[in-house]
């Protein structure tokens, strides 16, 4: 139970330092907005029964997205090309990388519970079979 516990704080980390990460580049990429938007991120890292984690959600204000599409205010989807705004990548980017370190993590330390898991079962199954 500890380790689950030990699991769930550090995907806690995880949600709050991709929020961090968004917020930093939203700032970077000079992306105006009145603060509602930074202060609308959350995360929420939802468990079983057992306490094991099953799903990180985030949310924040519709809008946010729209400076990582290069739209919004008057300019459409298909008026990009020919006007003069442009995407600003503060969403995609970080999350796929954040997303490319969660499955590293996972692989990590979940790899090895089902490793000795299968160890396990195997161990089981050459006592049973030294037996008959």
Do not use: C
Not at 25 to 39: C, D, F, N, S, V
Not at 53 to 82: A, C, E, N, R, W
Request: charged content about 25%.
């Amino acid at each position: 139970m500890e380790r689950t516990e030990d699991v769930n704080k550090d995907l806690e980390k995880f949600a709050q330092f991709t929020i961090e990460r968004w917020v930093n580049k939203m700032y970077k990429l000079k992306i105006r907005e009145t603060g509602q938007l930074i202060r609308s991120f959350e995360n929420h890292v939802y468990v079983d029964a057992n306490g094991n984690p099953q799903l990180i959600v985030f949310t924040y204000l519709y809008y946010g997205i729209f400076p990582d599409l290069g739209v919004g205010g008057h300019v459409t989807m298909d008026k990009t090309p020919s006007g003069n705004r442009h995407p600003k990548p503060w969403y995609n980017k970080v999350f796929w990388s954040r997303l490319r370190y969660l499955a590293d993590y996972t692989a990590e330390h979940y790899g090895m519970d089902a490793a000795r898991m299968v160890k396990s079962i195997i161990g089981r199954d050459n006592t049973n079979n030294m037996n008959n």
